[in-house]
C-alpha cells in the first residue's frame, strides 16, 4: 500500500510539488496549500491523523509547524540550495540585471558566498540574512528595502512567497523556489524515513523480569505494554509487546514507569528489552539487555537493538535497600550509563555541543572532534536520540548530492 504524504507549502509550490511527485508511484501525495505561513500550524493539525509523513516547500513552515509541536509523524522540508540560488542568478543575468549587488533571505551566508564564488560573480556587495526561528514576512521585506536605501542593492531575492508580496511593488524581487531535482530527493529520503519508522514500529519487543521474589501486581505494572506475560523456566517473567508500543509508553526508552514500582516493591529490579525482527532475536537481545541491566545497579532497565545499542534506564531503589552511593542529577557517569557511552566520550561531546549550540552538529562533526568514523558517530548520535538528548532539526544539503547529514541540536 502507497504511503500518503502531505504537501503543506503556498498553493502554487504545493501543486508544483506534487506535479513533479513521485515517477515510481510509492507515494500519494495530498495537496494541503494555505494562503500564508502562519496558516501552517491549521493546516497540520488537521491534516496529521490523514497523512503519514509531511513534506513542507520550504524551512520556514516546517519551523513553524515545529515551533507549534504538531511534527509527530516523519517530516523533511524541500531545501532551497545553492544550486537553486545559482539557476536564480543565471535567469538575472539572462535579462540583464546587476547580479553584483543583490540582498538574499532565508539562505546561510557560507552556503550563498560559496555558490557565488564558485561562479566566479563579486560578493563584495551581497547581502545576506539567513532564516531563524520568528522572521517574519515583514521583516525579510524590510531587510531588503533597508539593502536596497542604504546598500544600493539592485534586486532582493527571498525564499517566501508573503515576503515576495511585499516586495513586488517595492524593488525589483525574485522568489527561489526548489528544482526538481531537490523535490525528488527530498521526497526519496522522507520515503525511505516513513518506511523505515513503520517497520520499526512492528519490530517484535521481547522484555524479561528479573526479580528476587514472586510479584503479584507485575501482571498490572505491565498491562501498559499492552502485551502478554509468560513464566520462564529459570522463574523470570517474559513479557511481549511490539517496538512502538514500547518507545511511547517509555518516552523514547527514556524511562520505564513500571520499573520505579518494582524498585518499591524489591531490593532489586532487573529489566531488558530486546529489539529485534524475528522473535528469537528479539530474545537474545533480551538476555543481553537484563545481563547488562545487572551491571548497571540494583534497580535497572536496558533496552537492546540490533545495531549493538543499549541504552540503560536508572529506576529508584526500594526504601529497605541498602543505601547506594549518592547520585547527582544527570551527572555525566548517570548520562553515561543511561546511554551506553564512556563518560570521556560524553564530555568530549558536551564540549562539542557547546561550540555549535545554535547551527547544530552532524556526524561528520561528532566524526571529526572524536577521530572516528561517520558510521560511529551516526551510531553515537542515534544513540543520543533514543536517550531524548539529541533531537535531528533538519537536513543540511549545501549542494550536495545524494543523502544529506542531518543535524542534530544536542543537549547535554
Known amino acids: 500500500?502507497?504511503?500518503?504524504?502531505?504537501?503543506?507549502?503556498?498553493?502554487?509550490?504545493?501543486?508544483?510539488?506534487?506535479?513533479?511527485?513521485d515517477p515510481a508511484g510509492a507515494v500519494r501525495l495530498v495537496a494541503l496549500p494555505y494562503r500564508h505561513e502562519d496558516e501552517t500550524p491549521e493546516v497540520v493539525a488537521k491534516a496529521r491523523t490523514e497523512v503519514d509523513a509531511l513534506l513542507f516547500t520550504g524551512v520556514v513552515p516546517h519551523a513553524l509547524a515545529t515551533a507549534a509541536g504538531l511534527v509527530d509523524l516523519p517530516a523533511m522540508y524541500v531545501?532551497?540550495?545553492?544550486?537553486?540560488l545559482l539557476r536564480a542568478l543565471v535567469e538575472l543575468l539572462r535579462l540583464g540585471h546587476d547580479v553584483s549587488r543583490i540582498s538574499i533571505d532565508t539562505l546561510?551566508?557560507?552556503?550563498?558566498?560559496?555558490?557565488?564564488?564558485?561562479?566566479?560573480?563579486?560578493?563584495?556587495?551581497?547581502?545576506?540574512?539567513?532564516?531563524?526561528?520568528?522572521?517574519?514576512?515583514?521583516?525579510?521585506?524590510?531587510f531588503h528595502l533597508a539593502a536596497r536605501d542604504e546598500k544600493e542593492t539592485r534586486v532582493a531575492i527571498t525564499c517566501l512567497g508573503s515576503a515576495f508580496q511585499l516586495l513586488d511593488h517595492e524593488m525589483h524581487a525574485v522568489r527561489l523556489a526548489p528544482s526538481r531535482h531537490s523535490i525528488r530527493s527530498t521526497l526519496q529520503a522522507l520515503t525511505l524515513a516513513t518506511a523505515a519508522q513503520h517497520s520499526g514500529d512492528a519490530q517484535v519487543a521481547l522484555g524479561i523480569i528479573d526479580l528476587p521474589a514472586a510479584d503479584q501486581e507485575l501482571a498490572a505494572d505491565l498491562r501498559v505494554l499492552g502485551g502478554s506475560l509468560a513464566d520462564l523456566p529459570d522463574g523470570q517473567r517474559l513479557v511481549v509487546t511490539t517496538r512502538g508500543v514500547l518507545e511511547t509508553v517509555s518516552g523514547q526508552f527514556t524511562?520505564?514507569?513500571?520499573?520505579d514500582d518494582l524498585a518499591a516493591r524489591h531490593a532489586t529490579a532487573h529489566v531488558g528489552f530486546g529489539l529485534g525482527r524475528t522473535a528469537a532475536e528479539a530474545e537474545s537481545l533480551a538476555r543481553r539487555a537484563v545481563k547488562r541491566a545487572r551491571s548497571a545497579g540494583a534497580v535497572a532497565g536496558v533496552v537492546s537493538m540490533t545495531d549493538d545499542v543499549d541504552i540503560v534506564i536508572d529506576g529508584e531503589r526500594s526504601p529497605d535497600a541498602p543505601p547506594g552511593p549518592p547520585t547527582g542529577p544527570e551527572s555525566t557517569v548517570t548520562l553515561a550509563r543511561r546511554v551506553g557511552l564512556h563518560p570521556k566520550t560524553l564530555d568530549r561531546l558536551r564540549e562539542l555541543a557547546a561550540q555549535e549550540p545554535e547551527s547544530g552538529i552532524t556526524a561528520y562533526r561528532v566524526a571529526e572532534h572524536l577521530c572516528v568514523q561517520q558510521r560511529t558517530a551516526r551510531r553515537i548520535l542515534k544513540r543520543l536520540e533514543r536517550a531524548g538528548l539529541a533531537v535531528p532539526t533538519a537536513d543540511r544539503m549545501q549542494?550536495?548530492?545524494?543523502?544529506?547529514?542531518?543535524?542534530?541540536?544536542v543537549r547535554l
Do not use: C, Q, W
Open 108 to 142: 546561510r551566508r557560507s552556503e550563498v558566498m560559496e555558490t557565488l564564488t564558485e561562479a566566479k560573480l563579486p560578493t563584495e556587495h551581497v547581502h545576506v540574512l539567513p532564516y531563524r526561528p520568528g522572521l517574519t514576512s515583514r521583516e525579510l521585506a524590510d
Open 79 to 84: 531545501p532551497y540550495n545553492g544550486a537553486t
Open 255 to 259: 524511562r520505564l514507569p513500571f520499573l
Open 1 to 21: 500500500m502507497a504511503l500518503t504524504v502531505g504537501v503543506i507549502g503556498p498553493e502554487d509550490l504545493v501543486h508544483k510539488v506534487v506535479a513533479v511527485g
Open 399 to 409: 549542494g550536495r548530492t545524494g543523502r544529506p547529514p542531518i543535524v542534530y541540536r
